[in-house]
């Protein structure tokens, strides 16, 4: 029956894997999540964590799913045979190779995303150096979508715009075209694209429907934006593991580590910073983390000038792969050093809206928060007095979001 249909969204973060369901009417009925076991690097930890999650489903939910589509870390990329067999690990998002520098301006502009040496482009640049031209290169999304289809030919669009895809003019850039591993790229088909039903093998291992269809999916950052459902005047800040922002907007904007996705017809600009929670919890369990930011004045100024990161290296809203963190001094009181951290990254935030707006997006009137750290009430205030702007919550997971694609690609033909 119609009101009896759902979908599924598997979102690939930083530190693991969430799903979650959704009915016709788009409302969220479960959803749990694992982390990884092995890291962010490892293929076969995603399948792991796709299959714990899956098979403790209720078998009542299970047997209606209709349809799913997963998101990915933006810039993970890895690669396989033919077959999808991984070779080797995946090389993460936050990983610059700064030795691709040269090949790089060699294929793509300056300013250009795919240009970086922290772009999936100088990442693939590293893998098939390493591997040869003979392998495919997929990132994390996509990857698994091919482990689900039993089918590794496609890539999303949103998920290979690190890499060089053009999404005005909707190919590969010519430069691209002439390279000895051409044939280890996708093809490119739009977010929210059928790609066809699960592999027989898999729908048995997973206990899922054979007729279950697979969506194409889109980042993880993007699938965040989906769930919250923004106006045209807010922006939307994620603090995960790592600092993103995203912003509706009428027209591409191009500039050093910005991307423009495409998404429900509409242009998204934004960039992603490599801080975020992950540099809190190197430092903090997340006990600590709760009974700190209690004894903190969000009111007041820390006098800490912090710049806090899990490493060096950054990409937005610098693109500087030297820059290094300012993580001291530290004081005695942790409560102060905490205050000094969320306020150093707030100013990040600060400066990322800034960035996006002298690059020509309007500045946000408001900003929704989603991830980990927008469920702290002290961040929260402290970074309204920052950004001197409202700020509001949204507690939906991004797998409610990428799920939200999967529900627009099959609901026609469930109405009724």
């Known amino acids: 029956m119609a009101n009896s249909a759902l979908v599924l969204g598997i979102d690939f973060g930083t530190s693991g894997v969430r799903i979650a369901v959704l009915n016709m009417d788009g409302e969220l009925i479960h959803t749990s999540s694992t982390d990884y076991q092995k890291g962010l690097e490892d293929p076969e930890d995603w399948q792991e964590c796709c299959k714990v999650l899956i098979q403790a489903l209720p078998n009542r939910y299970r047997q209606s799913l209709v349809a799913l589509a997963v998101d990915g870390t933006s810039g993970t990329i890895l690669a396989c045979d033919h077959k999808g067999k991984p070779i080797g690990q995946a090389l993460p998002y936050h990983l610059s190779c700064l030795e691709q520098k040269q090949a790089l301006s060699e294929l793509i502009p300056d300013g250009k995303l795919a240009a970086s040496v922290s772009s999936s482009l100088s990442r693939a640049l590293r893998l098939t150096a390493k591997h040869g031209a003979n392998v495919l290169l997929r990132h994390q999304a996509d990857w698994i979508s091919g482990w689900l289809l039993g089918d590794w030919r496609w890539g999303e669009e949103g998920n290979n715009l690190r890499l060089g895809w053009d999404l005005n003019a909707q190919a590969w850039p010519k430069s691209m075209e002439e390279l000895s591993w051409r044939s280890a790229l996708p093809e490119i088909v739009c977010s929210g694209s059928i790609l ?46 790592t600092l993103v922002l995203k912003r509706f907007i009428e027209h591409p904007i191009q500039g050093s580590g910005i991307s423009n996705h495409r998404v429900g017809g509409r242009w998204l600009c934004g960039g992603a910073s490599n801080t975020g929670c992950s540099v809190l919890r190197q430092l903090f369990s997340d006990a600590q983390l709760q009974e700190l930011s209690q004894q903190i004045n969000p009111k007041m100024d820390s006098g800490l000038k912090l710049r806090p990161m899990p490493r060096q290296g950054e990409r937005f809203p610098v693109d500087d792969p030297m820059l290094k963190p300012v993580m001291g001094p530290r004081p005695v009181s942790d409560a102060l050093y905490l205050h000094g951290l969320l306020e150093g990254l707030a100013r990040i935030e600060a400066k990322g809206w800034q960035k996006l707006n002298e690059l020509g997006a309007a500045a946000p009137k408001q900003v929704i928060s989603l991830g980990g750290g927008a469920r702290n009430p002290q961040w929260r205030q402290l970074r309204q007095r920052i950004l001197k702007l409202p700020i509001k919550t949204c507690t939906l997971p991004p797998a409610a979001g990428v799920a939200r694609l999967a529900l627009d690609a099959v609901k026609p033909q469930y109405k009724g």
């Open 196 to 241: 066809g039903t699960l592999a027989t093998e898999r729908a048995k291992n997973l206990n899922l429907p054979e007729k279950m269809l697979v969506v194409a999916g889109t980042t993880d950052a993007n699938a965040a934006v989906l769930s919250a459902n923004p106006g045209p005047e807010d922006g939307i800040t994620i603090l995960g593991s």
